[in-house]
């Protein structure tokens, strides 16, 4: 069993966020790019519009999985933390302690 700490589950979130950080400034510069390149207007918007979807699509699957993986390790934590008052509960028991 994986242990997980505080300090595990912020490095992970950090992680993510320039994830997400980085997907967005590139969605901005795409964008960017596009309104200033040299194209007829309703060419321009159709392929801003394009690549805005796209980007979205992006930032969407990688929101999923960021959302997925602090679960499954939220999980694992509960589960964790389960484990132990269980034992601790068993071992005060063993000991004449009576419930906890």
Known sequence: ???FTK???IT???RESILLGFLGGLAIGAALGILFAPDKGERTRERLRR???EYLDDVREKL???VEEMT???EDVVNEATGRVRRATE???E???GSI
Do not use: S
């Open 64 to 66: 999923d999985d960021l």
């Open 91 to 93: 071992k005060a028991e």
């Open 1 to 3: 069993m994986q242990h």
């Open 7 to 9: 300090n595990t589950l």
């Open 72 to 74: 499954e390790k939220f």
């Open 51 to 53: 690549k805005g979807e």
């Open 12 to 14: 992970d979130m950090k």
């Open 95 to 97: 000991e004449g302690f």
